[in-house]
């Protein structure tokens, strides 16, 4: 469960976060939508007990994490691999912090290869491992940080389009098996509508939130689910909420 | 691992055996007298001559060598993290590091002999004071890339100081580290030298003085011939080294190989 309460943040005279507030429940899936640099990737930096906000609460599950790390499981946008270890050995970094012994942390990591794509990877650096693996071994990694949430800054972000369509049906079932509570932060539109159950638009900063829309498609969502009227007026809705929140 | 092959070593080795033949040649049809300009086959005899001599020469100068590389990239790496982790100390020692390298150990090494005598101080010192800045350099820069997103990566997973430590800083720096300890490899062996010339009671740089003093330029040529080898040896070894100590490196090279 992820609580957020009057958060305010500026950067020397930029105010990046205004008194926003939001709340995703317990196993729920939240996208975030917004245009660049209004504040998503601070709101998430925050959660992630990195950065202490000038003003407002943050809580992960009712306890406030602000300027407390090591409470959620985070993962920015570029992989941030650690090139001088393999596979294994970047899966199991987080638990290996969390002081797990390696051996089991290994152990856990190994069952989870093949479900992550990386099945015989799992003694590459990550030099040998393309795109798509790269950005599946640093979601395996956040998995096995061990907590419930999961703090997902644009995560496909960097991958090419037909990557990133089989990242999505294959994200929804792994979190399937192994249901998380998500706070995904995104600039497509199409990407939360497929991955969420709420989506929130917010503003241009100071980033306050424009809509809140719930997305009621079945699970699975295929990719089909695309060109289907109900999903062109959701994203013509959540189009519309960006461009108010433009002006 | 990168395969020894033959084809790699062929051309270099061919040029060098034409090269010397050339030399042999040269001298006998010149008539050039041995004094000013041996040819290839007597320094081939002087070194079996002088090869029982050789090996406790060999042996001091190749202490003086590893022992120096040793305190030099020691201290190396200490002024490294200093500098990384001070900035005002960046700002005061900087200069001053940068300066101590233009003065010129053949002036320097008179000075070392004098205030550390005969002995093997005043080599390993020498030697030092030629692996530090390569290595300070190097390292710091490495320390200095260690990527930032990185370190609040593990921030988030809740990782203290000595994580980052050793999970982010010490393998961004390790390759960097290396590259340094590489150049300053190359001139261990002859900063040795340096130091022995000045005044020694064993080493090369003693062998190659007595040689000189002797006339005996065949010697000489022995002894800058040892002095190669020695040196390729020790950079051959820093090499190895770092790859067993950084063999993700070697994974990235091939990879981009394998793009082309």
Known sequence: ?247 | MRRFRVGRWLPPAALIAVLLCCWEVAVRVFAVPAYILPPPSSIVRAFGEVRPLLGEHIATTGTEALVGIAIGALAGVTLAVAVWAVPWFRRLTYPLLVASQTIPMVVLAPLLVLWFGFGLTPKIVVVALIALFPVAISTAQGLAGADDEQIDLLRSMGAQRRDILRLVLIPSATPAFFSGLRIASAYAIAGAVIGEWVGASSGLGLFLTRSQASFRVDRVFVGVAVIVVLSVALFGAVDLLARLAAPWQHAQRTRRKERT
């Open chain 1, 1 to 247: 469960m992820i609580t957020v309460e009057g958060l305010t943040h500026r950067f020397g005279d930029v105010a990046v976060l205004d008194n926003l507030s939001l709340h995703i429940g317990a196993g729920q899936f939240g996208g975030l939508v917004g245009p660049s640099g209004c504040g998503k990737s601070t709101l998430l930096k925050i959660l992630a007990g990195l950065l202490v906000p000038d003003g407002g609460e943050a809580r992960i599950d009712g306890s406030s994490v602000v300027g407390r790390p090591g409470r959620t499981a985070y993962m920015p946008q570029r992989d941030l691999l650690l090139a001088w270890r393999r596979t294994l050995g970047n899966a199991t970094v987080g638990a290996e912090i969390a002081g797990v012994p390696r051996q089991e942390a290994q152990a856990r990591a190994r069952r989870l290869l093949g479900r992550f794509g990386l099945d015989g990877f799992e003694h590459a650096w990550p030099a040998e491992l393309s795109g798509g693996m790269r950005q599946r071994l640093a979601l395996l990694r956040t998995f096995l940080c061990g907590h419930d949430v999961l703090l997902l800054d644009e995560p496909f972000g960097a991958l090419d389009a037909i990557t990133r369509r089989d990242m999505h049906a294959w994200l929804q079932q792994v979190l399937a098996d192994d249901p998380r509570t998500v706070l995904l932060v995104t600039h497509d539109v199409e990407e939360a509508l497929l991955l969420a159950d709420t989506v929130i638009v917010l503003s241009e900063r100071p980033a306050r939130i424009v809509k809140e829309l719930p997305v009621e498609f079945e699970w699975p969502r295929r990719t089909g689910l695309v060109t289907s009227s109900g999903f062109i007026q959701a994203k013509a809705t959540l189009l519309e909420a960006l461009e108010t929140g433009r002006s």
